[in-house]
């Protein structure tokens, strides 16, 4: 289960253009398993009826407050009290006034004054308001009492204007709530994950590589920092944003990551590798672009095996691996796990196209030294992270395996 699986949530809605986009948070939200209700406010349903979210949530849509043949018309307290989050996506300049005075005119704004729950606020707005010393004065006094409140994204903006004041994109704004949500029990860890590909150079346009996205392990290094710990990703080449809190090391090559990784692996207590290195590389890549159509042959050597050494050097740390599999998952990670001398290994079959490389799901099989296997279902890549970072936790409490102390 993600951090979001079966909570319940309150998506509040104002008036801005982005307020499409909260459809699009809506979806994401009830994919990972939250039960969502919308709240909109009446500036809002100028740009997105109540009918799409309600279709989408699957519950009925939050709205006036002060209808006497509503249902709803009291189920502020009781919503303000099961809620477990309350997301404002988006935010405009006038909501996150109203929040910041206490005013509680309609159903947002009274449910942001019932509630007791954590609130997160995605601003959006037009030009320099966010600069603007009231917007500026609202937001350190809502900080101030615990509301999260994100930074909005810089780039063209409704009016033509190029500022800073567009809504976050949804990956961070749920990024951003399961860090609210989430557990904090990797405080004090440092945790160091590799991701992605790796590219070995054939001549100066060519090079071996595979279709590893990067996704599972930058969903790794995303879910350890909400959980506390300080990350180290050492990455491949991808088309990922780096998590905000992560120190972030870009390599190409396999030899690249071989040093980033010694180099970061002494202090980290937590180490993942999650990249798909390649195995071979060319003897000798070629100078210059090799020209012509002909027949071709290429002299392979191995590349190191930077999941062995790390395992054979540590001192403390919790050593995971990966092992991308087409048949026989349990037989060749079992063989894999012994062969390296890893504590936990992670298979999944990747000749299935609607999970592992470049794929939003994952279904693995999580496989450690002291004899215990267990398969996970098909779920979201971050949800599948969380579910190994728990299992890292419960077998190091359970058999006592040291942690590094530096």
């Given at each position: 289960m993600?951090?979001?699986?079966?909570?319940?949530?309150?998506?509040?809605?104002t008036g801005s253009i982005a307020a499409y986009k909260a459809v699009y948070l809506l979806r994401e939200l009830t994919r990972q398993g939250a039960r969502?209700?919308?709240?909109?406010?009446?500036?809002?349903?100028?740009?997105?009826?109540?009918?799409?979210f309600r279709t989408l949530s699957g519950h009925p849509v939050l709205e006036d407050l002060f209808d006497p043949r509503s249902e709803d018309a009291?189920?502020?307290?009781?919503?303000?009290e099961r809620a477990a989050a309350i997301v404002v996506a988006p935010a405009t300049a006038n909501l996150l006034a109203k929040a910041a005075q206490g005013l509680a005119d309609d159903f947002l704004t009274t449910l942001l004054l019932a509630g007791r729950c954590p609130v997160l606020m995605a601003p959006a707005m037009d030009g320099g308001m966010w600069e603007h010393p009231a917007v500026v004065a609202n937001v350190a006094t809502l900080r101030r009492r615990g509301v999260v409140v994100l930074e909005p994204d810089r780039g063209a903006l409704a009016s033509g204007?190029?500022?800073?004041?567009?809504l976050p994109e949804v990956e961070a704004i749920v990024e951003a709530l399961r860090a609210v949500l989430g557990p904090?029990?990797?405080a004090g860890e440092r945790v160091l994950v590799t991701a992605g590909p790796t590219r070995e150079p054939i001549d100066p346009v060519r090079y071996i590589s595979n279709r590893s996205s990067g996704r599972m392990g930058y969903a790794l290094a995303a879910a350890a920092g909400r959980r506390g710990a300080a990350v180290t990703l050492v990455s491949g080449p991808t088309a990922l944003t780096p998590p905000p809190a992560a120190t972030f090391v870009p390599v190409e090559t396999a030899e690249e990551m071989r040093e980033a990784v010694l180099q970061h692996a002494e202090a980290a207590t937590i180490v993942v590798k999650a990249a798909a290195v390649a195995d071979y590389r060319a003897q000798r890549p070629a100078a210059a672009k090799i020209k012509g159509k002909r027949d071709l042959t290429l002299d392979l050597t191995p590349n190191p095996d930077i999941l062995a050494e790390v395992a054979a050097r540590r001192t403390g740390a919790f050593v995971v691996g990966f092992a991308a599999e087409t048949h026989e998952v349990a037989a060749h990670a079992r063989a894999k796990l012994e062969a390296k001398g890893v504590d936990l290994l992670v298979a999944?079959?990747?000749?299935?196209?609607?999970?592992?490389?470049?794929a939003d799901d994952n279904e693995v099989l999580l496989v450690d030294r002291w004899g215990g296997a267990r398969g996970l279902p098909r779920m979201p890549k971050v949800a599948v992270a969380d579910a190994i970072l728990d299992a890292v936790i419960a077998l190091r409490a359970a058999h006592a395996a040291p942690k590094a102390v530096r």
């Open positions: 993600t951090a979001l699986g079966g909570r319940e949530l309150v998506l509040g809605v969502v209700s919308v709240c909109l406010s009446a500036h809002a349903r100028e740009f997105v009826g109540a009918l799409t009291v189920e502020h307290v009781a919503l303000a204007l190029s500022a800073q004041g567009r904090r029990d990797l999944n079959d990747v000749s299935r196209r609607d999970i592992g490389f470049d």
